[in-house]
C-alpha cells in the first residue's frame, strides 16, 4: 500500500509537470508565431507591421530582452529613434546584451535630451564595443558632448512660431516659397499607408502663402501633376523664377518597386509640370535626395550616401551651364561632412549655405547649422532641440520656415516659422593659462594636458576641459554670471580664480559684427606645497591692543578658508606675530590670543579642528630685527601659516 501511495503522488505530479510544459510550449509557440512574423516584415523594412508583431510576442516571450531590442530597432530604421528609447532600456534591463544596443540606446537618449545618460551610453559602448565603425561614431559623440553646454549657452537672435494651424497629426516638413505660394511635404490624408512607418506616403503639397496659419491650413492642395500613388514625392525645390523643379522621389518600401530615393527634375510649362525625369547625376546604387538651387539657380546642392563618402548621407554640389547640364558631383568635403549624416540643404538669398546634421556637435539627432567661412556653426536654441530639425528656408534675408518633432508638435514632423529680429549676439569666453612654480625655480612652467573644472558661484562643477600642449584653455561664459576655475594637481595647491561676465555686456549700439565675441583673460598658477615653509596673509589688521577678527581681517581669512577646503590632504600652523614694541611677554599673549582668535574663526566656517593649530610668536621671529619705520613694523606684525602635515 506504500508503494501505491507512493505512485500516485508521482502519477499526479508528472501530469502536473506535463500539463505546465504544455502551455509553456503553446505559450512560446504563440511568442514564437508573433516573432517570426515581426521578422519577416522586418526583412521587408516594413517596420510599423513588424512592431505590432513584436509588441504582440512581448507579453509572451521567453526573451524579452530581445523583442525589446527589435522593437527599438524597427523604430530607429524608421527614423523614430526617440520613441526607441524604453525599448532599448527595456532590453538592456533583461540582460540582452547586444554590444550595438549601447549605442544606439545613447542615441534615443540624446534624442529625448537626456545627455548625461546619453554620454555614459557612448562610453559604455566605447568599453564593449568591437564595431570600428560604431566605436568611432562613439568616440565623435563623446568628443561633440564636450561642447555641448557650450551650444546650449550661446545667444540667438531666431523667434521661433509653431504654425498649429498648418500642421496636422501627420509629418509636414520640407518647406519652399515658390512665388506667392508655400509648398511643402506632408503624409497627410494619403490613402495608402507606407509600412515603413505607418504613415501615409509623402506627397507634395502648396497653399497660398499668407501670415495666418489657419487661412493656409484652409487653402492647402496636392500638386496633383506630380505626386504618385504608393511612393514618395517630396522636398521639392524650384529655379528659373519657380518654372524648374528638382524634388526626390521614391522608396516604395516593397521589394518590387522603387527601393532608392532619387532625383528628379520637371518643368512648367503650358499651365501643368511636364512628366519628371531622372537626373542624370543620380547613383542608382544610392540615396540622392534633398536638393537646393542656388538663388542663381545654377548650382545644385543634394544630399547621397554614394560610394566614397565620408560617412552615412554627404553633401555634393553640382555646377549647371547655360544649356542645363549638369558637371559631376563633388563632395563638399570633411570640413562639412562626417562620419555621421548630412542632409536637407538650403541657400539663403545671401549665398549662406543651411545644413542639417546629426555628426557633427548638436543639441539631438538632426541640428541645423550654418556654414561660415567653410565651417559649420550650430545655430543653437530655439532653432535647434533634442529632436529632429532640420529644412530651413528663408523667405527673405530675416525670416523663413523649417521643420520639428520636437517635443510639443502636432505631428511627426511639424512646420514652423521663424525670425531673425537682428539683435546682435554676444558670447562670452575666458582664455586661460594653466602654471605650475615649484620651489626655487626661477620661472613657472606651463601645464600641458591637464584638467581645468569650471564652477559656478555655489562651487558646483559646470564642465572641465584639457589644456592644450601650451597649458591653454577656453569656457563659453553665460551672461552676468560669476565663476571660479580651478586646476589641482598632487604636491601643489589648488589653482583657484574668480572670473564674471558681471557688468561686461557691450550696447548694441557698440557692436559691429551679428555674432560678437567678448574674451576675458585668466592665469592660474599651481604653486609647490613646501613643509615648514611660512606663507604671509597679507591684510590680516586687529584693533589696538585687541584680538577680534575685523571685517577687513575676515575677507582675507576666507581665503586661507578656501585654501584648506581646496587642499583637504594638508593641515597647517596659523602663527601670529608682533612687533619689537612692548613687552617680550606681553607681545607673546597678544600674539597667541590673536592667533587662537583667527584659527576660531576658520574653524567656525566648517574647518576640522585637527587640521590647524594656533601658534603666537610674538616678536621672536621678527623679518625687519632692526625696524623703524611703521611700514617696517607692520612687516613684523603679521600672521602666516605654513603646512605641517601632508595626507597620504
Known amino acids: 500500500m506504500h508503494q501505491t501511495f507512493l505512485q500516485k503522488p508521482l502519477a499526479h505530479q508528472l501530469t502536473f509537470s506535463c500539463l505546465l510544459l504544455l502551455v509553456l510550449l503553446l505559450t512560446g509557440c504563440g511568442a514564437g508565431r508573433y516573432t517570426g512574423k515581426g521578422d519577416k516584415r522586418f526583412a521587408q523594412e516594413q517596420y510599423e507591421r513588424a512592431i505590432t508583431f513584436y509588441k504582440k510576442a512581448l507579453g509572451k516571450a521567453n526573451n524579452p530582452g530581445e523583442v525589446n531590442y527589435k522593437i527599438a530597432e ?31 540606446y545613447g542615441l534615443a537618449l540624446k534624442a529625448n535630451g537626456e545627455y548625461t545618460q546619453a554620454l555614459n551610453q557612448f562610453k559604455d559602448y566605447l568599453r564593449v564595443g568591437s564595431s570600428p565603425r560604431l566605436k568611432s561614431l562613439a568616440a565623435r559623440e563623446v568628443e561633440n558632448f564636450s561642447v555641448l553646454e557650450d551650444i546650449l549657452r550661446r545667444g540667438s537672435s531666431f523667434e521661433v512660431q509653431h504654425l498649429e494651424a498648418l500642421n496636422t497629426d501627420a509629418s509636414e516638413f520640407g518647406p519652399y516659397v515658390r512665388n506667392d505660394e508655400l509648398v511643402f511635404s506632408s503624409t497627410r490624408g494619403a490613402g495608402e499607408t507606407y509600412l515603413g512607418n505607418g504613415e501615409g506616403f509623402i506627397n507634395i503639397f502648396a497653399t497660398t502663402l499668407s501670415d495666418s496659419a489657419a487661412a493656409m491650413a484652409a487653402g492647402v492642395r496636392p500638386y496633383k501633376e506630380i505626386n504618385l500613388e504608393g511612393i514618395h514625392d517630396a522636398l521639392a525645390t524650384f529655379a528659373n523664377e519657380g518654372r524648374t523643379m528638382i524634388f526626390a522621389r521614391g522608396n516604395e518600401g516593397t521589394k518590387k518597386g522603387r527601393q532608392n530615393v532619387d532625383l528628379f527634375i520637371t518643368n512648367f510649362r503650358s499651365g501643368g509640370w511636364e512628366e519628371p525625369r531622372l537626373l542624370s547625376i543620380n547613383d542608382p546604387k544610392a540615396w540622392d535626395s534633398s536638393p537646393a538651387f542656388s538663388p542663381d539657380g545654377r548650382t545644385l546642392y543634394f544630399s547621397s550616401d554614394r560610394k566614397g563618402g565620408l560617412g552615412g548621407n554627404d553633401i555634393y554640389k553640382v555646377s549647371i551651364d547655360e544649356s542645363g547640364r549638369l558637371s559631376r558631383p563633388e563632395n563638399l568635403g570633411p570640413d562639412i561632412n562626417t562620419p555621421g549624416n548630412e542632409s536637407f540643404v538650403t541657400v539663403a538669398p545671401d549665398g549662406t549655405l543651411y545644413i542639417a546634421s546629426d555628426g557633427l556637435p548638436g543639441l539631438g539627432n538632426l541640428d541645423l547649422f550654418r556654414i561660415v567661412d567653410g565651417k559649420p556653426v550650430n545655430l543653437g ?36 516659422r521663424f525670425v531673425n529680429t537682428g539683435r546682435k549676439r554676444v558670447n562670452f569666453l575666458v582664455d586661460g593659462t594653466l602654471f605650475q612654480l615649484r620651489e626655487g625655480a626661477e620661472q613657472r612652467k606651463t601645464v600641458p594636458r591637464h584638467t581645468v573644472v569650471l564652477q559656478d558661484e555655489q562651487g558646483n562643477k559646470l564642465r572641465s576641459v584639457e589644456t592644450s600642449p601650451q ?62 615653509k611660512a606663507i604671509v596673509l597679507e591684510n590680516i589688521f586687529y584693533d589696538f591692543d585687541k584680538a577680534d577678527i575685523r571685517p577687513d581681517a575676515a575677507l582675507e581669512l576666507d581665503k586661507l578658508v578656501q585654501v ?45 579642528r585637527s587640521r590647524i593649530t594656533a601658534k603666537g610668536y610674538g616678536e621672536s621671529r621678527l623679518v625687519v630685527p632692526k625696524a623703524t619705520t611703521e611700514e617696517e613694523h607692520q612687516r613684523n606684525r603679521r600672521t602666516e601659516f605654513k603646512v605641517i602635515r601632508i595626507a597620504e
Request: hydrophobic fraction near 35%; proline fraction near 3%; glycine fraction near 6%.
Open 74 to 104: 524597427a523604430y530607429r530604421l524608421s527614423n523614430r529613434l526617440a520613441a526607441a528609447t524604453p525599448f532599448y532600456k527595456a532590453a538592456l534591463e533583461a540582460n540582452f546584451r547586444k554590444e550595438d544596443a549601447y549605442f544606439y
Open 471 to 532: 597649458g591653454t584653455f577656453t569656457f563659453v561664459l553665460d551672461t552676468a554670471a560669476t565663476y571660479f576655475l580651478v586646476a589641482e594637481k598632487p604636491g601643489f595647491f589648488t589653482a583657484r580664480q574668480r572670473i564674471s561676465t558681471v557688468g561686461k555686456m557691450p550696447k548694441q549700439e557698440e557692436l559691429t559684427e551679428e555674432e560678437n565675441e567678448v574674451r576675458l583673460t585668466a592665469t592660474l598658477v599651481l604653486n609647490e606645497i613646501v613643509k615648514e
Open 564 to 608: 584648506l577646503r581646496d587642499n583637504p590632504g594638508i593641515s597647517i600652523e596659523l602663527s601670529s606675530h608682533t612687533d619689537v614694541r612692548g613687552e617680550d611677554v606681553y607681545n607673546q599673549d597678544l600674539s597667541q590670543r590673536r592667533a587662537e582668535s583667527a584659527v576660531a574663526y576658520i574653524i567656525s566656517k566648517g574647518i576640522d
Open 381 to 416: 536654441a530655439p532653432v535647434n532641440s533634442p529632436g529632429d530639425d532640420f529644412s530651413m528656408y528663408f523667405q527673405n534675408t530675416t525670416s523663413g520656415f523649417f521643420s520639428s518633432n520636437r517635443e510639443g508638435g502636432k505631428g511627426g514632423d511639424d512646420l514652423y
